[in-house]
């Protein structure tokens, strides 16, 4: 690695801990809105991969329903076509596998890729995550070109993904208390 490489590195890891700050502080004081806290979240999961966008997706309880909660960079469109197979999705999510589709033209679980394509997005690095005993998300990233995630980037997103969990367990409560 070259001189250049290490400051390029250090000055992502750099935006990655600003970043991952500055959401701390967001969560954590009492007049922000979960929405709000949300597409911070998933802004930043994007613009610092590099991605097309970024989806945080809802799982409760009973249903069998990924409700998108913040989405950044995607069309209404695509988030409403299915293309990923949520069957597969759910089971996956609730087995806390880190879920990396590194090309969609060639992947079975990508259900309606006529979708995929007119939006642009070829991979997705999807992290699962579990709210409490009855609720699950995932954040998902969505690229426009073939995406090996670094280890970095892996745990960045874990990082945001907790810190998005985090988010909507204090808005219960918050709500609770109400």
């Known amino acids: 690695m070259g001189n250049g490489d290490g400051k390029m590195e250090q000055s992502k890891m750099d935006s990655y801990f600003f970043s991952l700050v500055r959401v701390t502080d967001v969560i954590y004081s009492e007049e922000e809105d979960l929405g709000d ?11 610092l991969t590099g991605a097309k966008g970024s989806t945080i997706r809802v799982l409760e309880k009973g249903t069998f329903d990924l409700k998108v909660v913040a989405n950044y960079g995607l069309s209404q469109g695509y988030l409403h076509s299915g293309a990923i197979d949520f069957g597969k999705s759910i089971t996956e999510i609730k087995q806390g596998d880190v879920i990396i589709i590194n090309d969609f033209e060639n992947d079975n679980r990508i259900q309606n890729l006529e979708a995929a394509r007119k939006e642009g997005v070829c991979s997705v690095i999807g992290i699962p995550f579990t709210v409490n005993e009855s609720t699950y998300c995932i954040l998902r990233v969505y690229f426009s070109a073939k ?3 670094t280890h970095d980037e892996i745990q960045f997103l874990n990082t945001l993904g907790k810190l998005g969990c985090l988010a909507i367990e204090r808005a219960a409560i918050n709500d609770m208390r109400k």
Do not use: D, N
């Open 37 to 47: 806290v949300l597409h911070f979240i998933v802004s930043l999961a994007a613009e």
């Open 147 to 149: 995406k090996v995630p």
